[in-house]
């Protein structure tokens, strides 16, 4: 079937001509797909096929990109990551082998559904674009743990003779398009003891740029696996959070996980090109590689070679020492595999084993199931450090043991099983404050996991579900939802004290009885807030958390610090300026928060509530100023919610993806999400056979002749 807004497709002979026979996809409300697949490798075939159908060729390049080719198409912008992406394949070609078959399946269906897209809609896609993309090609997007390149920058800076403002000028990499200061996640978990239903509930909420391809689907292969959750854009196993009937589990990132270590090893003075190292002398390894390129209307082609030896990649030599980084997970292949283990696990022992492949090197798991576990684990795959961390600079040694060559223990990783009262949380800070209602250890058991940090986000969260209250799924949907600005709880006083001190006349004077008004909430017609955001912009501007608060966060007092201001006499000049310039903008001071912040997607114009995590919001949303009229549009932040209680036999779930199933204008499933989501409503999840099908919308065979 082609593309349900595009123009008939001429049929075409496909390189997989039976995967689409054996695989039917049912678009429920909104557009959620539902794949109902003979095979896994139909599954991937039909998972394919819907990436590209709602979003065009950012999959059937991207593997284009994996394969090394990007810069035939691109010209010579694309050679760095060509040259990336030909040394992982050599790594797909080592490994393919060793993935278990389903895995394999997967893939290789996915790739067919590539083909078999781009067979039908050429237009879509760069001139050359290939249709013989195979498992490897997909594999090689699951090949994980790339040196960071920032650091790799700091080293060569400083080694160099930089200065400490140059090595700091150096860690600015290129933007990522979907990096944000809002980038993160919201995850909690609840004991049967803390729900009304007496049933385990799992909230999934996700804050990445709306650009990040969040996708929500349903695949099912009988007997094989029944999983629903989102699937990211570009690939079939990404950064994946859902439920099956017996499980779930959400992820959130962690925030300070330097997996990295930077070793200077002596060169060989007598034989060139080799290393001194446990008594030996040993060569570096040499490849050599080469990339075709557009340059005008001609192929033309670089060659470029690449030392390294088994501790790592060389990134620079000196007349004496080569210097080579490690970093864990580099070269990893079994991500995708860990993934499909953890979606078709039926239990807790099961799920944890999938943990335990370590294939998956970040991100906090946040777990819940139908046995009423509830589970937390900080899943960092650290080094096992034999020395102190060297940070950015390198670490001399002379024989392998000096280096690190394991991972921290699985169980020496902090994890939390069924917690004294009922709940666990995570909204990327660190570990030690997971759950609080018993000692709070802030001690790490290894140097380089991550120190304690809780910021005002989560301990809103606290605040929220640390009591002893019994939630049900309605009230932890209404809760996730929550408007409360926590920074102007900590604050506000010392601002309107501060202010007051002035002795205020007009605006200035309106506006501080506006706030002492003001209940704090970025609630859509809440008022007041617009001036409190704007306010601790500009006094906040060019300073550091440390230096805004008269007290600072401490780990002896989480749940209360920061709070107060440090410079009194800032906060209100910059309090006038704020009154002045939203006044300038708006017209007026005591504008809604709704008036001025807006979700626009497609014929939607609707205010919307939340702020930045920074300001203490757990309705996390940041926003771009529209150039047409000012005012702030939700582009960034919570976009994606799933809330789901594991009953006996299946999960009750609602959902809501603000940026709808695609992004093309023309679908139908472009827009028709975002009013739902800036009013703070959920859509029920279709789960079990009989409620997707009661739900279809459209029912269909992809690719079909």
Known sequence: MPALWGAPAAPIQSASPDLWRQVEIIRTTHGVPHIRAENMRAAGYALA?????DYGPRTGVRLLQERGQAARTTGRAALDADFDALRTRARVVETYHLLDQE???????????????????????????PTDFTGYDVAALHIGGEPPAAKIRRFLTAIRGGTPADVAAAASDDPDPDATSEDGSNAWAFAPSRTTSGRAILLRN?????TSGYYEAHMTVKGVLDFYGDFRIGGPLGVIGGFNRYLGWATTNSNTNDRTEIYAVALDPTKRDHYLLDGASVPLRKETLTVEFKDGERLSTETR????????????????????IRTAGENEFRSGEQFLRMMRAKSFAEWKDAMRIRALVSQNYTYADRSGNIFHLWNGSMPLLPHPSGGDMATPISRTGDAWTRLIPFEGLPQWLNPRGGYIHNENDSPHFTNVRGPIKTTNGYPNIEPPMLRLRSQLAIQLIGGTQKFSLEDVVRLKHNYRMLLADRVKADLLAAVRATKPTGDVAAAVALLQRWNNTVAPESRGSTIFEAWFGRYAQGRTDNELFSQPWVETVPLKTPRGLSDPARAAETFAWAVEDTKKRYGRIDVTWGDVHRIRRGQVDEPIGGCTGRLGCFRVLGYARDAKDGKFVANTGDGWVLAVEFGPTNPRAYSVLAYGQSPRPESPWHADQAAMFARGKLKKVAFAAKDVDAQAVVRYRPGEK
Request: hydrophobic residues 45%; proline residues 7%; aromatic residues 16%.
């Open 206 to 210: 996700p804050h990445l740029a709306w």
């Open 305 to 324: 070679e690449f030392w390294s030896m088994p501790l790592g990649p060389v990134i620079h030599r000196t007349a004496d020492k080569v210097f080579v």
């Open 49 to 53: 096929w819907l990436q590209s159908e």
């Open 103 to 129: 895995t394999r399946d997967l893939y290789e269906g996915f790739a067919a559904g590539i083909n078999r897209y781009v067979e039908l809609h050429r237009a879509e896609f760069p001139a050359g674009m």
